[in-house]
């Protein structure tokens, strides 16, 4: 009978495996590029930056870094443990009102802030009426555009990544744990340094590095309260130095410190898997406080939502009532249309990506793919500044050869993409994607692979099996990711500046450039609607969290 | 020879080597039953073959087409292959009904005719009221039936059954059994089916393989595996049995229960006489114990001290207690239950006595 076989198909090139690392190879371009600018660079710079600013930059950097770490990590593990282990008069709202600053940009916070306390100020105003005081001698009042400002600022918006991590982590915890803890003859504050604090810490470290990775991206703040770390200094070097080389070579040494964060990120993710003895997830206990405690632990997280929020919110509110019409003249309605375009086209490719990647990692047997989908999700770290050196390069190689081919075929063409919004598309992709792919992976890891079996056994191929049984499957996880790029995407400040066309304005870079020149109250409204947008994953990320514990009323 | 062929198969995850060349065949209308214990390779035997595996070592066909060779890459992916499969947790679409899971691999080629046979499917397997009824809402038992007909319904060249019946509760799995078996019967497909149950598999099975470590240990119908297992392992997998060891003197060996017959072995041979709970016939001491119908009774009987005596309904449990200790388990018809400490006069059904080696001497 052998002679009678048929015989098979050519093996052919697998789709989702060419496509992942293609994927990955465009993402890794700007970062290959930035490295690549910075080694080949021939000007002389680099020795100049080094003996001038480079000193500078770490040092503001490393200090930003470590006050903004030190005061998440205390304010956002604090509140967590409190709203997960103790009952007070509205402990259940803060758990989810402690998430709001998550909304606001760093950089409107700056702004807000910077209005209320400065010499014009609305505090500083009140302060002269009361006292008789009438010129700045007369009193002394913090610098609020300074080093100790922008940590305020930062900690005040990024601690929510450490509470929403730690607070998890706290309900994950098997209630017996704590409580053999407590039987053991610790006492509450004893279990929460000994045990809760522990078992929760590779969550914490993983919240503290996003909160760093955050810190570093930062262009607005930093840039208006001329605290000089790195991130400024590549736009320093970049835009009035005039030198591409000494940015990427900034970017190069920022690139390590990236690094770092990125290990120790995933080291704490693996480490993560702690096996919870218990599988008893009863209600957690709650300590019911009352009087001096009750009032203390109310005022511990209701002062970061008022800063962190409350306050930009209703100053903006105010402003905005005020002076909309300044804003809409200012062509408010075309900012938003622009800020749309960018944010839905990222959102829906980096969605569409992400799944393509996912799958294919679903899809392969070798760990070729899964790195290529791992290189795909750095870009995260990545801070904008250095993104938008890597991004504007390849894209004006790929219009001078685009050009190039057209001219040998006798058309002239001119830039396509530089000058367009691919650039700023390109940019906030290779940011944004982890989020997506992330998002898309988690969803199809509840999907069990008999499921992928059941569909090819029943005659689909893995293209069919992914329209027909998994994407249905995802569909809401899938609209969530778009949700959680769109709105990234909406906030970006530093790749948006750097890569948007010319004369091309969306709701951040207004924003930003309105408020840079004290006209705050005019760029009032779209700063509310950044805001407004923001707190959309604020509500998705607080109705996931309260499912997440089984046991959880 | 149509039907699903798989030619000398080994496989290994990582260092772990899970099948050994393994060769089954099954022709069209048979149902074949893999059986061996939990990870001897089974499930990943019945994966390459949808080709849901990649083939390592060896050659698959389906109707005379080769489609998984291990020699190269040339493997057919699990779509082009036309094999059913039915997953032990059954693998139905949650977002979809159980018309739309059934229909989920019908061409639309040939869906008329198909569609037609669905709906007849759906009657007799009693689920025409929950057409539109989405899985999580189903019982276990009418899950399986929906997974059943799911893989059926594409017309498959061949049908895989992954533990079909594991998820189900006991009282309902002689039930569904039945079912099951006759609607792959009258489909006339070629049926490989994997279980842990050698009850299961000598019910459904035409003819049954036993797996040991990656390899085939025995080939047979239910029958000839049940009385004449190739070796220790088979036996003991049947069923629990009583284990007794002595050297063979004289082409026979001498055991506690009587003298038995090991014409294969040379003398010197240390043997295991190898005797099922129900193979003892038991009498009172001054009897003679009574053969079954159908029943080869050794020629030497023993009498015995009772140890304990238990009824179990249609048979009684009676444990006998050797002088060296030894506690023997049988199982005999009715009801006999005689005090402890009273003496038995044993006899054993040839039939139900095995002798083997112990395979570590010389």
């Known amino acids: 009978m052998s002679d009678a076989k048929k015989t098979l198909p050519r093996i052919r090139l697998n789709l989702w495996s060419v496509g992942a690392l293609i994927i990955a190879l465009a993402v890794a371009a700007p970062l290959f590029t930035v490295v690549g600018i910075a080694i080949t660079d021939?000007?002389?710079?680099?020795?100049?930056?080094?003996?001038?600013?480079?000193?500078?930059?770490?040092?503001?950097?490393?200090?930003?870094?470590?006050?903004?770490?030190?005061?998440?990590?205390?304010i956002g593990t604090g509140t967590a443990w409190l709203v997960t282990m103790c009952r007070f008069p509205g402990s259940r709202i803060f758990e989810w009102a402690l998430l709001l600053p998550l909304a606001v940009p760093a950089y409107v916070l700056a702004f807000v802030v910077t209005d209320q306390l400065e010499y014009a100020g609305t505090v500083q105003s009140v302060l002269r009426d009361m006292f008789g005081w009438t010129r700045p001698q007369d009193y002394w009042f913090p610098e609020i555009r300074s080093m100790g400002g922008a940590i305020t600022v930062m900690t005040l918006v990024l601690y929510p990544y450490v509470y929403l991590l730690a607070r998890s982590a706290f309900l994950e915890q098997s209630v017996c744990v704590l409580e053999v803890s407590r039987t053991l003859g610790k006492t509450a504050w004893?279990?929460?340094?000994?045990?809760?604090?522990?078992?929760?810490?590779?969550?914490?470290?993983?919240?503290?590095?996003?909160?760093?990775?955050e810190v570093i991206n930062d262009f607005g703040t930093v840039d208006y309260f001329a605290v000089q770390t790195f991130t400024a200094g590549i736009f320093d070097v970049w835009l009035n130095m005039n030198s591409v080389g000494g940015a990427a070579q900034l970017s190069s040494v920022l690139l390590l410190v990236v690094l770092v964060l990125i290990v120790t990120e995933r080291m704490a993710r693996r480490g993560r898997k702690f096996h919870h003895t218990s599988n008893k997830y009863s209600e957690l206990p709650s300590y019911?406080?009352?009087?001096?405690?009750?009032?203390?632990?109310?005022?511990?997280?209701?002062?970061?939502?008022?800063?962190?929020?409350?306050?930009?919110?209703?100053?903006?509110?105010?402003?905005?009532?005020?002076?909309?019409?300044?804003?809409?003249?200012?062509?408010?309605f075309s900012y938003v249309a622009n800020s749309l375009t960018l944010s839905a086209s990222a959102a829906f490719i980096a969605v569409v990506i992400g799944l393509f990647l996912a799958y294919a990692v679903r899809l392969s047997q070798g760990p070729w793919v899964m790195i290529a989908a791992r290189t795909a999700s750095i870009g995260y770290a990545v801070p904008g500044a250095i993104l938008a050196v890597g991004v504007l390069w390849p894209t004006g190689a790929l219009d001078q050869s685009i050009s190039w081919v057209g001219n040998n075929f006798g058309i002239a063409i001119g830039s396509v993409m530089i000058g367009t919004i691919v650039p700023v598309i390109y940019g906030y992709l290779v940011r944004f994607l982890a989020l997506a792919y992330g998002t898309s992976e988690a969803s199809l890891g509840?999907?069990?692979?008999?499921?992928?079996?059941?569909?090819?056994?029943?005659?689909?191929?893995?293209?069919?099996?992914?329209?027909?049984?998994?994407?249905?499957?995802?569909?809401?996880?899938?609209?969530?990711?778009?949700?959680?790029?769109?709105?990234?995407?909406?906030?970006?400040?530093?790749?948006?500046?750097?890569?948007?066309?010319?004369?091309?304005?969306?709701?951040?870079?207004?924003?930003?450039?309105?408020?840079?020149?004290?006209?705050?109250?005019?760029?009032?409204?779209?700063?509310?609607?950044?805001?407004?947008?923001?707190?959309?994953?604020?509500?998705?990320l607080s109705v996931t969290i309260t499912r997440s514990r089984p046991g959880n009323r | 020879m149509s039907g699903l062929h798989l030619r000398a198969i080994s496989h290994a995850f990582g260092d772990n080597q899970v099948l050994s060349g393994v060769s089954v065949y099954v022709a069209p209308g048979e149902l074949v039953c893999l059986l061996g214990p939990s990870g001897c390779g089974k499930t990943t035997l019945l994966r390459l073959a949808a080709g849901l595996e990649p083939l390592q070592k060896g050659q698959i066909d389906i109707n005379d087409t080769l489609v998984a060779d291990g020699t190269n890459s040339n493997q057919l992916p699990p779509e082009k292959r036309g094999a059913g499969l039915m997953f032990q947790d059954f693998a139905l679409f949650p977002h979809l009904n159980v018309r739309d899971n059934i229909t989920f691999g019908i061409d639309s080629k040939n869906s008329d005719r198909r569609v037609a046979w669905v709906d007849e499917a759906l009657t007799s397997m009693g689920l025409v009221g929950y057409a539109n009824a989405y899985p999580h809402t189903l019982s276990g038992g009418q899950q399986q039936r929906v997974a059943l007909v799911r893989a059926l319904a594409p017309d498959p060249r061949i049908l895989l059954l992954d533990e079909p019946f594991s998820g189900l509760d006991v009282a309902r799995r002689a039930q569904i059994r039945t079912e099951t078996l006759r609607l792959v019967k009258q489909s006339g497909v070629a049926t490989l089916m994997v279980t842990h149950d050698p009850e299961e598999a000598m019910f459904m099975a035409d003819r049954i393989l036993v797996m040991n470590e990656g390899r085939i240990v025995q080939d047979g119908t239910p029958v000839d595996l049940y009385s004449s297992p190739q070796d220790a392992f088979v036996a003991e997998f049947f069923g629990p049995v009583n284990k007794f060891k002595g050297t063979v003197k004289a082409r026979r060996v001498e055991t506690p229960v009587g003298?038995?017959?090991?014409?294969?072995?040379?003398?010197?041979?240390?043997?295991?006489?190898?005797?099922?709970?129900?193979?003892?016939?038991?009498?009172?001491?001054?009897?003679?114990?009574?053969?079954?119908?159908?029943?080869?009774?050794?020629?030497?009987t023993v009498v015995l001290e009772v140890d304990t005596a238990r009824p179990l309904g249609r048979s009684s449990y009676v444990a006998l207690k050797l002088s060296s200790g030894q506690i023997i388990e049988t199982r005999v018809p009715g009801l006999f239950l005689p005090p402890p400490g009273a003496q038995v006069c044993v006899g054993v059904n040839t039939d139900q006595a095995h002798v083997f080696p112990i395979a570590d001497t010389p």
């Not at chain 1, 002389?44 to 490393?62: C, P, Q, S």
């Not at chain 1, 000994?194 to 470290?205: C, D, E, G, T």
């Not at chain 1, 304005?505 to 020149?517: E, I, K, N, P, R």
Request: charge should be negative; charged fraction near 15%; include cysteine.
């Open chain 1, 288 to 332: 019911q406080l009352r009087g001096s405690r009750a009032a203390l632990s109310f005022v511990a997280c209701a002062t970061p939502v008022l800063l962190g929020f409350v306050l930009p919110a209703s100053v903006l509110s105010h402003y905005a009532l005020s002076f909309y019409e300044e804003t809409l003249s200012a062509d408010y």
């Open chain 2, 259 to 300: 003298v038995f017959n090991a014409d294969d072995y040379a003398d010197g041979t240390i043997v295991n006489v190898l005797v099922r709970p129900e193979g003892f016939r038991l009498a009172d001491a001054d009897k003679k114990p009574f053969p079954m119908p159908g029943d080869h009774l050794n020629q030497t």
């Open chain 1, 190 to 213: 004893g279990s929460f340094f000994r045990v809760a604090i522990p078992l929760a810490r590779p969550a914490i470290v993983v919240g503290v590095t996003l909160v760093l990775m």
């Open chain 1, 42 to 74: 021939s000007s002389d710079i680099w020795t100049h930056l080094y003996n001038t600013v480079l000193g500078l930059y770490l040092e503001r950097t490393i200090i930003l870094m470590l006050g903004v770490g030190i005061g998440t990590l205390v």
């Open chain 1, 446 to 540: 509840k999907i069990t692979p008999n499921m992928d079996g059941a569909a090819r056994t029943l005659g689909s191929n893995p293209s069919q099996a992914l329209k027909r049984v998994h994407f249905p499957l995802m569909r809401g996880s899938l609209m969530t990711a778009a949700i959680l790029v769109f709105v990234d995407c909406m906030k970006e400040l530093p790749l948006t500046i750097i890569l948007r066309p010319f004369n091309f304005d969306t709701l951040a870079t207004f924003v930003y450039q309105y408020a840079s020149d004290e006209l705050l109250e005019e760029s009032a409204l779209g700063a509310l609607t950044i805001v407004g947008a923001g707190i959309i994953p604020v509500i998705l």
